[in-house]
């Protein structure tokens, strides 16, 4: 060999060294600041929610997953495109699932909103004050209400006060009906009267209301799952076409005008989806 290559293969090794530790200092640095966004999203909203898991194995549980569904993928279909599809598919199970949890949860509590008005309304007739009234009904509510009033009353024996604990109510469960019930508990609060009153009426209007979404709920179900098998029925029949007849469906994956076709049909589909959402939408 000649001589005369060797400066130039060692500044070539010497320069290749260099941008792989480079990249790997990137990717250390772009990997941890992934997790740590990951564990604080994750981890505000799991105690939001009263779950008390550890973020960093949910973050280690995601990720084997995501590879898990990759090798998979790969496995079945013998395509790359589908097994990125697999883990974008699988990166965003884990804040779908909590956006799932969290709606139940705060639905759950509007559905025990007129039972908790009740309870509130019934102890300070029987004469308790309004403290004494929120641990009996914390006492005798279910889950999540039960959660939330025993640490906003929590919060009032650490010092506190009672505004303060009612603004973070209401941030962690943002919904109509605990802005109406905070702006109650704020004014009888510092104006006193008949507070028994006033929360028996927001009972009976929050009971009415949340029927009435019943109804409507009802009258639109067939709307929605209208939308729910437009949307899955593209996928599906996609799905059984690559299984009987996976060379006449080859083209749609392996070729740009394929794979326009497929982003064209996926935005026609959210708009569809959409549109049908926002008509069967109806708000009180």
């Known amino acids: 060999m000649n001589t005369d290559l060797w400066p130039v293969l060692c500044a070539v090794f010497a320069a290749a060294a260099a941008l792989l530790a480079l990249g ?10 992934h997790r740590e966004r990951f564990e604080r999203a994750v981890g505000g909203r799991l105690r939001e929610a009263f779950l008390f898991i550890d973020p960093a194995r949910l973050f280690a549980l995601n ?21 990125v599809l697999a883990a974008l598919a699988a990166g965003a199970l884990p804040g779908l699932l909590l956006r799932r949890l969290r709606k ?14 009740m309870l509130i309304a019934g102890g300070m ?9 929120l641990a009996q009904a914390a006492g005798e509510i279910g889950l999540p209400a039960k959660q939330e009033l025993g640490l906003l009353l ?6 506190v006060t009672l505004d303060q604990g009612l603004a973070a109510l209401a941030r962690r469960v943002p919904i109509e009906e605990t802005a109406l019930f ?27 209301k949340l029927a009435l979404e019943g109804k409507i709920r009802a009258l639109t179900a067939q709307g929605r799952l209208q939308a729910a ?20 469906m080859s083209p749609l994956i392996e ?23 926002r008509i069967v939408a109806i708000d009180i």
């Open 24 to 33: 790997s200092m990137l990717m250390r640095h772009y990997a941890n600041r």
């Open 63 to 83: 990720h084997l997953s995501t590879i898990a569904a990759v090798a998979f993928a790969w496995w079945v279909s013998g395509r790359w495109q589908i097994a």
């Open 104 to 117: 139940r949860r705060l639905e759950t509590f509007r559905q025990q909103m007129p039972d908790l008005l």
């Open 125 to 133: 007739r029987a004469g308790s004050g309004l403290g004494q009234a």
């Open 154 to 159: 929590r919060e009032q024996r650490l010092g």
């Open 182 to 208: 905070a702006s109650a508990l704020r004014i009888g609060a510092e104006t006193g009267g008949n507070m028994a009153d006033t929360f028996e009426s927001l009972a009976e209007a929050t009971r009415r």
């Open 229 to 248: 098998v437009m949307g899955a029925l593209p996928a599906i029949l996609a799905l059984l076409l690559f299984i009987v007849e996976p060379e006449a």
């Open 255 to 277: 070729t740009w005008h394929g794979w326009l076709v497929c982003i064209v049909v996926v935005i026609l589909q959210v708009i569809g989806m959409m549109m049908i959402r």
